[in-house]
């Protein structure tokens, strides 16, 4: 787990936004009956919302150019893969003009539990929400990412994982009172 630090109070509304907004998106826009009945997860929203971690993202090192942008799965994976690092993948806290977006993305995580963004620039701290993935066999080669994968998704929300797929880096997501999302 990262200690250190909490982080500055616009880190964390922008991490209590993107909760929100997890947990929002978490609702069945229908009633599901027993057809999810034995599921690990109801929805990539869930399992985040189950899994995840809040993860602190810094700069990346010096000298380090970012990876092609749109392509933050297969970013995430070759720079975890060739650096020894964790693949993570979940949701971040993009700007625009005046506006926080909430966009599916990936990036990586040290074993300490700090995070790196190979893909988006540098602008300061922002949110950032996902499961990190310890399992390379899990890992994006190209295209979409675990949560992003109809077919990864699909067995993932019936199965889970395998002990050990996840690693348990980052600060843990805190149940908001009565959220049953998170419980």
Not at 63 to 72: E, S, V, Y
Not at 110 to 125: I, K, N, S, V
Request: aromatic share 10%; with cysteine.
């Amino acid at each position: 787990m990262t200690n250190g630090a909490l982080p500055d109070a616009s880190l964390l509304a922008g991490e209590e936004g993107l909760l929100r907004y997890l947990r929002q998106m978490s609702q069945p826009p229908f009633e599901t009956g027993d057809r999810l009945t034995g599921w690990a997860y109801r929805s990539p929203y869930h399992l985040l919302l189950t899994e995840g971690r809040r993860h602190d993202v810094k700069p990346l090192p010096d000298g380090t150019a970012t990876m092609p942008a749109r392509r933050c799965y297969e970013n995430a994976a070759l720079y975890a893969r060739s650096e020894g690092f964790l693949y993570a993948e979940g949701f971040a806290q993009a700007f625009a003009d005046d506006d926080n977006l909430f966009l599916s993305h990936a990036w990586v995580v040290r074993r300490d539990g700090t995070a790196l963004d190979p893909t988006w620039e540098w602008e300061g701290p922002r949110a950032y929400v996902g499961i990190t993935v310890a399992d390379p066999g899990l890992w994006p080669y190209a295209g979409g990412g675990l949560l992003q994968n109809f077919d990864h998704t699909l067995s993932l929300l019936r199965e889970g994982f395998r002990p050990g797929a996840l690693a348990d880096v980052g600060r843990p997501l805190l149940p908001a009172p009565g959220d049953a999302a998170l419980q």
